[in-house]
């Protein structure tokens, strides 16, 4: 086995888009995927398992067992596009491994005729935010006059290191086989989970998705990581200033 | 090859259970599966010989080369099922070895029409164990019950960090594949072989089974370890105590 | 997944040469075949991705992704043969990965019917080199006199450790498929990009190919090169002289 | 590709005999085979190249590459059988390298109807051997008495750390193919290339297969080496003395 790709059901889509949010740098991507397929009442249609998991099975509550897997659901009539996710917990552990499930994806996302694929990530400048922007690479630069109304930046050439993991090669992965496609990354630190950035990555995709929903939970939740931030800064400036007094 | 798969015979079995044993923490499943399987007289009637095994032959007694490999062994009339214990010496080297491997035997199990699985482990808990119960994990919540009944303790969502291995995977690619399939596991500390965990965990399988064999090599040596156990923990409270009279 | 081989154009070529420039010791073979192909306006016809690359994309000035890959180049009627090149920023990761790669590109050489193969590399001495030579090995010990003719040394046993990477495999594939091969190194200290070693071993690699291009730029950077190695070189004297005045 | 099996030539040869010979513990199994094919003029018929062999090419003195590979030689009419020798420098770099190539072998074997496989090896004890025996193992006990005949040893249980690499592997696959095979070791204290072990184990095979050859070379190399080891013991006992006088 490369991998095994079960389904539940064969729903039968609208001109779908496909939209990835698989764990990555601050989880920014996973969270946003997240939040918007449970307020939409995404369902479960597909399973993928695959040999470049860990090897393992995970427990819940009911002591039932889940082999690692990453999971594939579906909205319909949500906003102008019916609706994929590629969601999980794992990525491929191995760069073979990251290949190889990355074209199994894109290969699905063919066979359900998708029109366009969003990869979310998150894009690690190595300190504090305050007004994360949404960065973004397509695969055309067609894409890109679009892409720029609903707000996402583009700055040439960033990032520099290029992209990695399975946002990166899902994107590439779709152009080399024709398909429209696009990464967003939402700035982040690179030193924590950051539900901000997901915040503002998730509404910048309800504006090019054209779909609506309640992000009240990740509002909290930014405001809550504002005011850490707020803290920690007065904090350090108290430092700095006691410093100077020291030293004064 | 992956694996090469090598009958001896094909045995004609009446709605057979599939029961795995490999090495795993403390040996736990191992021994029990060994144990139950030698005075059963089970047969051996095929070997799988695999890539992810170590590159090396061993040698018996006569000097007569012996591959790395698992065996398949099964046994008639014994209980309310015929059984098929997986035996061996190895697991998979490697993550995707340990899929290639687990897919395999599966994949096997499937083609003899096995009713149930049991993948039987041992759960290494860092102390110590006066009393170790059985813990168990299904592919569906429906099989608690009667497990219960036979001994078996679900523990919401433990083991916490989930079921690494043969024992994980062959639990997670039945229930992936459809089949019923439970993961018995002794409690044990984990540093050591533990033949004690390995009784308890026999008797229950017994229960489940419903085989009836003598166990009484097995309870001597659960006797001994106790026994060691004591003594062990007199010593250690004898320092104790001395430690606290010299600083009296 | 293995390789994906994505044509652009299928190029119609009379009796063509096969020439590998990837990256390698000092990128002497890299830049030599970059600057030829360059200014033989070499068009690319088709692209090569491999799960054996880096698995991510880089990004261009528009921030349009490019999935990490080998191009493949021709030129018409540039010399006596028409010309393919292999060029890019990657090689295999891994040794089984160079193999399946090397496999790939002699595959795709001999279905384009290629006449004879030519990999490009460094030959690393350990020591900043004043005159650097164009070192040879070849599929066949026919091949020699006509090299030597065109400025290539052959040195019996050199190198000593053998050709490793896509030079030595290429050719080494190459040979066993049946193809005249060659592989051409420039003398390096192997210790920085080497633009000066690169000039020497285009100009052979120009008088072999009966090709000519204006070859100033890497002149004057091999210029630039010899003035800094000078330069290097009257500090660490006077560094010396001092040293022995002190003791004098 | 996993290998690629290149022949020059498809002897037609009687009931052959299979000997490995590659590299090894003190290269005792590959003096011997490279020794016994050079003096009996073996011919070279096929070449073995594989992915999982190091990724290079090596120069003759002629600067002609060689990919790395191994080699299938024959002899005809040498003894009660004609002969295949796999001869070579290399062995697979990991493990399922070796099993993929151990399969190669073997089938390779099959498709040449050989009746019988020798592997030759090493068997490494820590200390200098003055007297080194040739230990055996084979795939099935009935083999023995004809081995013990020649000058075999068997040594029940032993190497207790069984048999790892191609002469493990290439034994064990034969095995469960159902060819008769058996690995041929002279002891050796593992510390150095050993040609005295060579000479006494390249003996005992020529007694099996019924050859004659001039085995001068290896045993003046052989008389080397015992005067070379008595050298180091009187050193080693000289020094011994004198301690013992310095305590004395």
Chains 1, 2, 3, 4 share one sequence.
Not at 58 to 69: G, M, Q
Request: hydrophobic share 40%.
């Amino acid at each position: 086995m490369e991998n095994i790709v079960k389904f539940d059901e064969r729903p039968d889509l609208r001109d779908p888009v496909f939209i990835e949010g698989l764990p990555g740098v601050g989880n920014v991507g996973k969270i946003a995927a997240d939040h918007l397929a449970e307020k939409l009442n995404a369902k479960r249609f597909a399973s993928v398992y695959s040999k470049h998991f860990p090897p393992q099975v995970t427990l819940d509550h009911e002591c039932v067992a889940h082999l690692a897997s990453n999971g594939l659901y579906y909205v319909k009539d949500a906003g102008k596009n019916d609706l994929i996710f590629l969601l999980g917990d794992f990525q491929g552990m191995t760069a073979e491994g990251q290949f190889e499930l990355a074209e199994e994806f894109v290969t699905l996302a063919i066979s359900m005729n998708v029109s366009k694929v969003f990869t979310l990530g998150g894009y690690g400048i190595g300190n504090v935010v305050e007004d994360p922007r949404v960065l973004g690479a397509v695969s055309s630069a067609s894409m890109k006059p679009e892409l720029e109304r609903h707000g996402v930046t583009f700055v040439p050439g960033e990032p520099s290191a290029g992209i990695a993991g399975a946002s990166g090669l899902i994107l590439g992965m779709a152009q080399v086989r024709g398909i429209d496609a696009a990464c967003l990354m939402g700035e982040t630190s690179g030193y924590f989970i950051d539900h901000k950035s997901s915040a503002v990555l998730l509404k910048v995709l309800m504006n090019i998705l054209d779909v609506d929903i309640d992000t009240k939970e990740l509002d909290e939740r930014s405001q809550q990581m504002d005011e850490f931030t707020s803290k920690i800064k007065e904090i350090a400036e108290g430092q700095q200033k006691d410093q100077l007094g020291y030293f004064g």
